[in-house]
């Protein structure tokens, strides 16, 4: 009996490294290595938009709280956080129109000088902040300037998490290092104990 062969394509496949839900769980986003973004109904499973949005594999996706639109963030080995934006009605991208939405970048965040491996979109009640981690070990917080431009990003903070870590590594051996100094020295005042002992027991009476 013949054996059913899998289609052949000529695209080469790429290793997606993200998945992302919007806020009502209606669509879906993915990112992949080959510098590409899709977004799909998370019901129907239809494409709704793909676009290339990076020079290199993207890493992360983060999509924005509603209340600001109808935007996602992606970071990218490129070293750049990109800031998208859905340019026709989010109502029409859900009622399985064939046509594919377009996509439009309003921002782009290239203060990182390695490549970006997360981001993510703070809680909405904290306003429009957006979190990005990079291969340099630093963690960089912007904010938008304007809750309803999302084309404005004002960098809010840099936190050096490498050397936090290390930090933190060497506090740990430190502690683990007089713990183990504080455990052979009770043991040796234990035997201490253990060999005065001897004399205690030999005054007992016995009868």
């Given amino acids: 009996m013949a054996m059913a062969m899998a289609p052949q394509t000529s695209e080469p496949s790429a290793l997606v490294h993200d998945v992302c839900y919007d806020h009502h769980g209606q669509r879906v986003a993915t ?3 080959d510098q590409m973004i899709r977004v799909f109904n998370a019901r129907s499973g239809l494409k709704l938009a793909e676009w290339r949005a990076h020079s290199g594999s993207i890493h992360r996706l983060s999509w924005a709280h509603p209340e600001f639109g109808v935007a996602l963030a992606s970071c990218s080995f490129d070293r750049r956080v990109c800031v998208w934006e859905e340019t026709t009605d989010s109502e029409e991208a859900l009622l399985n129109s064939p046509r594919l939405t377009s996509w439009l ?19 909405h009640r904290m306003g429009v902040i957006l979190a990005s981690c990079g291969a ?7 904010e938008a300037a304007d809750i309803i431009d999302l084309a404005k990003w004002e960098l809010h ?13 060497a506090e740990a051996r430190d502690a ?5 100094h504080a455990m052979s020295g009770g043991e040796r005042g234990g035997e201490g104990q253990l060999g005065g002992r001897g004399p205690l027991m030999s005054t007992a009476r016995v009868g």
């Fill in 136 to 142: 340099d070990g630093m963690v960089r917080v912007h």
């Fill in 157 to 169: 903070s840099e936190i050096d998490v490498a050397s936090a870590a290390a930090d933190s590594a």
């Fill in 31 to 33: 990112c992949s290595s």
């Fill in 105 to 123: 970048k309003v921002a782009e965040i290239s203060d990182a000088v390695d490549s970006i491996v997360d981001v993510a979109f703070a809680p």
């Fill in 176 to 180: 683990n290092a007089a713990a183990q």
